[in-house]
């Protein structure tokens, strides 16, 4: 999946999370910033990373808020902004729930 935008998602109300995707030159670049970082922080960079290789995401600059969110949402919230930073919705219908393996 490519980026041809940015794409956002989520918010920074308490139990969530915003997850900002844009197009990168190379690679993955990630930006964590969480109020709990010392307890969850390699967790969470792991769901972030397992989900873009699960999308086919391979350049990208994310940018990772979390307020405390649990694994669902963040998995959630990184599909949505890819699905709106490629424009997925051309057709009016995204492929929501993992269909794209």
Do not use: F
């Amino acid at each position: 999946m490519e980026l041809k935008t940015v794409g956002t998602a989520g918010t920074l109300e308490s139990s969530d999370v915003l997850v900002t995707l844009e197009p990168g030159p190379s690679g993955i670049e990630l930006s964590l910033e969480s109020s709990v970082i010392n307890q969850y922080g390699r967790q969470i960079r792991a769901t972030v990373l397992e989900t873009l290789k699960r999308l086919g995401v391979t350049n990208a600059k994310v940018s990772v808020n979390d307020h405390g969110a649990l694994d669902c949402t963040i998995k959630a919230r990184v599909e949505c902004a890819c699905y709106r930073g490629c424009q997925c919705d051309a057709d009016g219908k995204y492929p929501w729930g993992g269909v794209i393996k």
